[in-house]
């Protein structure tokens, strides 16, 4: 019998990746990328060059397609598979990302009376603006005391499926009522490949509010606002698939796109993190994966059920089957460095690394590795795209304190690294104090390169750090479950076990360096409750991350001509308790 072969397809924030896996042993042949034309949608709407207000996120979903048609025909030509040994493809995606379609799976925004909405586009998994809708939704959940809050450590981000459809329904009621489908990219992609609408059940609960086979009800959505109350029977409820299934085979159509035979086996959709923890070979209890790129998910499996504050949800069976997925992340860990490196460093330093034929990013880390622990006196609060765990608020803003007329480039770079840590340690304390134990940090994605950002992780965390042996995890994991869903492996553990790669204690805590990051770590705990908390909440401080973010939208709102918000924010005239101890010197 002649080897059998699969694809992945990983679904990112700017591109799409295709890789080529061999069943038997998930040898990684070759791989492609294919990046979106358009990006990330996040200054003016394709067509009619409308700015878009703050925190607005969008695709376009033609670009999805794109990468189908070219970077898995260029993966299966470069691997010098014959196409007929090819027995199955799956994909994942970003997630929370959102298409509103019709009841053919046609995106609102290919329709010739909505191409000018923005409403009709793609919400990304990092449009952030329906924050006041996920404030309803919470105060609401809680006030009502809906069983389901807690699975989500007690808050809804504004991220996910209801909070972006009730801003959907609240500020474009047209487009809502033209909607059949309110879908998610990871099922949207699925739907083109084998003509069939499957709802994953990862994305179904995590971020679609799905827990013990049922969504919140119709009278809690009519409170929040009475045309919300069809939401899940109307737009939302959908067949469930669950992970490894086979959802049908590849079209016609999509077989001449990706060059695959018709009919093989397609897979359930799947999210981008959940689906690298048995890619990683991560899936035993108390095993988290931190996926680490442009923002971190933080995911591991569980034996039990358990409440964690500020995680982004517990689903049975939400990475693998017959036992509790875990979920948590950081909004804004890559996208941080990239943006210190686009703003903030001399055309010096650029020069400098370009003399040495290397990036920004490798001199800034270079300098900054040469620096004791403490030796920039800054530290800094990674929340530049809001915060998702544990404080599930995407009106925070970055902080970096201690800042003086001789700090340097590589010393704020050195302290957003070190935040992006302090951040994964906050998320394992806050599981580990809420009885789920985290046995073994694995890291997977992009950043895995920067070997000194590694070791800094694994210092701060005081735990030894894992890594996945692939440059393409998600694809990796993806096609692990295409061998599932082919019936090549019995089920995702066994497909793992097999074609998983992870290389074990890879970097320890050096124990000199950990003691004195706790000291750090400690100033970035005060840091984090003082700003992230706010006034009224224990241990809070101050609220005035929330009042810039609306003196910011205030002033977008007059530079575009629309009306202010109907309240602009005043700094309390009390005066605000001291940060002991800290430099007054602030940037936000």
Known sequence: MSEQYVVGVDYGTLSGRAVVVRVSDGAELASATHPYPHAVVDRELPGTGEL??????????????DVLRTAVPKALRESGVDPADV????????ACTMVPTTADGTPL??????????????????????????????????????????????LI????????????????????????????????????????????????GYKGIRQDGAYPSRDYLAALNPDFAGFVDDKLDHRIGELGERAGGLTRQAAQWTGLPEGIAVAVGNVDAHVTAPAAQAIDPGQMVAIMGTSTCHVMNGETLADVPGMCGVV?????????????????????????????????????????????????????????????????LDWHNGNRSVLV???????????????????????????TAFGTRTIIEAFEGSGVPVTELVVA????????????????????????????????????????????????????????????????????????????????????????????????????????????????????????????PVAPEVEAPAIEEQSDVLSV
């Open 52 to 65: 878009l207000p703050p925190d607005w996120a969008l695709q376009v979903p033609a670009d999805y397609v």
């Open 87 to 94: 027995v199955g493809i799956a994909t994942d995606f970003t």
């Open 109 to 154: 925004c290919e329709l010739e009376q909505f191409a000018g909405r923005k409403h009709a586009f793609v919400k990304l998994w990092k449009h952030h603006a329906a924050q006041p809708h996920a404030d309803r939704i919470n105060s609401l959940a809680a006030e009502r005391g809906e069983v389901w809050l807690p699975r989500y450590g007690g």
């Open 157 to 204: 981000s504004s991220e996910w499926e209801f909070a972006k459809g009730l801003q959907l329904l609240e500020e474009d009621p047209e487009v809502y009522a033209a909607m059949d489908h309110w879908v998610e990219a990871a099922d949207w992609i699925v739907w083109q490949l084998c003509g069939e609408y499957v709802r994953n059940a990862c994305t179904a």
């Open 316 to 380: 049975e069976g939400g990475i693998t089957a017959g036992r509790y997925g875990y979920e948590a992340g950081q909004s804004g860990v890559g996208d941080i460095f990239g943006w210190f490196v686009d703003t903030s460093v001399p055309p010096a330093y650029v020069q400098a690394a370009g003399e040495r034929g290397i990036s920004v990013h490798q001199l800034l880390t270079e300098l900054a590795a040469q620096q004791e622990v403490g030796e920039h006196g800054l530290v800094a």
């Open 393 to 419: 608020d995407a009106e925070l803003s970055g902080v970096v304190l201690g800042q003086t007329l001789a700090t340097r480039p590589e010393d704020t770079y050195r302290a957003l690294l070190e935040a």
């Open 445 to 568: 994605g992009g950043l895995l390169k920067n070997t000194f950002l590694m070791q800094l992780y694994s210092d701060i965390c005081r735990r030894p750090l894992s890594t996945i042996d692939s440059e393409q995890g998600p694809a990796l994991g993806s096609a692990i479950h295409a061998a599932v869903a082919a019936g090549a492996h019995p089920d995702v553990p066994a497909a793992s076990r097999a074609m998983g790669k992870v290389l074990r204690g890879v970097y320890t805590p050096d124990d000199e360096r950990a003691d004195r990051y706790d000291a750090l770590f400690a100033e970035y705990r005060r840091l984090h409750d003082f700003f992230g908390r706010g006034e009224g909440q224990a241990g809070g401080g101050n609220d005035v991350l929330h009042r810039l973010r609306a003196l910011r939208r205030d002033a977008a709102a007059r530079r575009a001509g629309g009306a202010p918000s109907t309240a602009t």
